[in-house]
């Protein structure tokens, strides 16, 4: 008998990415669904993801976490994936995640960036990042090397976590939660290209050190009793 192909939902936090969203949708695995985030585009980003035939879901509360979590909460599928929605990765690149998930093998899969074409990673945001993954280490034991926002895991699973962060700090609070949880959490490596257009987080040290202090306040967190 042939394995049951699982259902999956793909969540796209989108502002002001028209530019990207093409490239974007049309490279979702058959059968999957796109979720696109709207977080107060004005360059038509939600038009355009319905002519691509995603479903769209407007979430006016400003912030990274804020259109992630809602886009979970739109989610129906068993399992349910992130990516970023300006370029930079390439969604169907997440089939492996998937089937990691699928197969039982981890119960979080993280994209671990490999930095592609000039300007793909500028320095500030990397060291940014590096200095993070460290403070991650020590507080979860985890040996991961990266906070990408390319991942996987069960719809439910993420539910129990009871994420809390609506700003930058959502990912990394994912990944704690997960650690405290006793999670399996696995690290694969993917390509991470120039983004179209300008970003909204780690494109300016402004933006990056806004980042850094909301995922460094979850790192000072302490663990939740659920979790332990």
């Known amino acids: 008998m042939a394995p049951v192909v699982p259902t999956v939902d793909v969540v796209l936090p989108c502002l002001d990415e028209a530019e990207a969203l093409p490239w974007v949708l049309e490279r979702i695995p058959a059968g999957w669904r796109a979720i696109v985030v709207d977080n107060g585009s004005r360059d038509g980003s939600p038009e355009l993801a319905r002519a691509w035939g995603a479903t ?12 992630c979590h809602s886009g979970l909460l739109a989610a129906s599928a068993d399992i349910v994936c992130f990516c970023d929605c300006d370029a930079s990765l390439d969604p169907g690149l997440l ?21 592609e074409g000039r300007g793909a990673w500028p ?13 991650l280490r020590r507080r979860t034991g985890l040996g991961l ?25 959502y990912p990394l609070e994912m990944v704690v939660r997960a650690a405290d949880a006793g999670w399996r959490v696995a690290e694969r490596d993917v390509p991470y290209l120039p983004r179209a257009g300008k970003s909204k987080v780690t494109g300016t040290w402004r933006g990056t050190w806004h980042a850094v202090r909301d ?11 659920a979790a332990r």
């Open 95 to 115: 089939a492996p995640f998937v089937a990691q998930v699928a197969a039982d093998e981890a119960d979080l899969v993280l994209g671990r960036r490999r930095p």
């Open 123 to 135: 320095p500030h945001a990397r060291a940014g990042n590096l200095a993070l993954a460290r403070m």
């Open 56 to 67: 769209v879901v407007a979430e006016p509360r400003r912030g990274f976490g804020a259109a």
């Open 145 to 169: 090397r990266d906070l990408g926002p390319m991942r996987a895991a069960r719809r439910e699973a993420l539910l129990s976590l009871a994420l809390t962060d609506r700003r930058s700090g």
């Open 215 to 225: 995922m460094r306040r979850v790192l000072a967190q302490a663990p939740l009793e």
